[in-house]
């Protein structure tokens, strides 16, 4: 498939639309005050699958609980939970706990700032290493992310539908403000997130469009139920659990099962506990 090519003048033409939305309507969140690496690394943790509004709170509790990553490191999966409730998809909460013993253990306590490193580690993939990278160490590289993705579809491909990704990565790589991706990505992701409340989602025509599931009645929300009851609780009883949980039997244990084998609780006996 042929790429896009663009002009000097539209790229420039691109970038003053941007920065000129930016400029008047910049967000401000705790996380655009620091290029601190650990509390960067927190908030790109948090803000996979989860809106901005309910990462705020948590993320300024978790920093007062867990200040650096030597703290982190420390903490239990169980410590980790307490705070990290209300965020969902708590597998997130489990690889940022992976993530702080492997900084401490392997890179003397400092996130590294190479690309590939970051991918090798727990719950980050290209577009967090990619956030990383330019929020936390200044450096332009290329990502995408879903209001980023917005953005290009609705200005380069809006006669187009089952867009990929391999297909606006050039012009992100071609529109990036090297000497400053930090605020670039930025003003992209404010103007993204706009878009959104003024027009059709741009991004229904990406091919790599999926509605989430609804949340009510899915196996996360029996997955949160049961780890809330192991916070306030040491151990339990499948018994327990499901009468705790009120859900049908089978569909419990079989929530159990994964949770064990993905390492959230522990089994001993005829009793279960957070790992």
Not at 29 to 46: A, C, G, K, Q
Not at 87 to 94: E, F, H, T, V
Not at 180 to 198: C, F, H, I, T, V
Not at 222 to 247: C, Q
Request: aromatic share 10%.
């Amino acid at each position: 498939m042929k790429q896009r090519q663009l002009s000097s003048k539209q790229i420039s033409s691109f970038q003053h639309l941007i920065y000129k939305y930016y400029n008047k309507h910049r967000r401000d969140f705790p996380w655009r005050d620091t290029d601190n690496p650990y509390h960067i690394l927190v908030s790109e943790i948090m803000l996979q699958q989860t809106q901005i509004e309910r990462v705020i709170e948590k993320y300024n509790l978790f920093l007062s609980k867990f200040p650096d990553v030597a703290s982190l490191a420390k903490a239990t999966l169980k410590e980790v939970l307490e705070v990290w409730q209300g965020l969902g998809y708590n597998r997130r909460a489990i690889s940022l706990l992976k993530l702080a013993s492997i900084i401490v253990s392997d890179y003397q306590g400092k996130l590294p700032a190479d690309g590939e490193e970051l991918l090798k580690l727990p719950g980050i993939g290209r577009a967090t290493a990619g956030c990383l990278l330019a929020f936390a160490f200044h450096k332009p590289s290329v990502l995408i992310e879903t209001n980023i993705r917005r953005v290009f579809i609705h200005h380069f491909f809006q006669d187009r539908e089952d867009v990929h990704d391999n297909e606006i990565m050039p012009l992100v790589e071609t529109t990036l403000d090297k000497s400053n991706p930090r605020d670039w990505y930025y003003a992209l992701m404010d103007y993204g997130s706009q878009l959104k409340k003024e027009i059709e989602n741009p991004n229904k025509k990406s091919a790599h469009y999926t509605r989430q599931a609804p949340f009510e009645g899915s196996d996360r929300k029996i997955r949160g139920a049961i780890l809330r009851s192991f916070i306030k609780k040491t151990s339990m009883t499948e018994e327990d659990i499901i009468t705790a949980i009120g859900t049908e039997k089978k569909r419990t244990k079989k929530i159990m099962s994964a949770l064990v084998k993905e390492g959230f609780i522990v089994k001993t006996g005829k009793t279960f506990r957070i790992a």
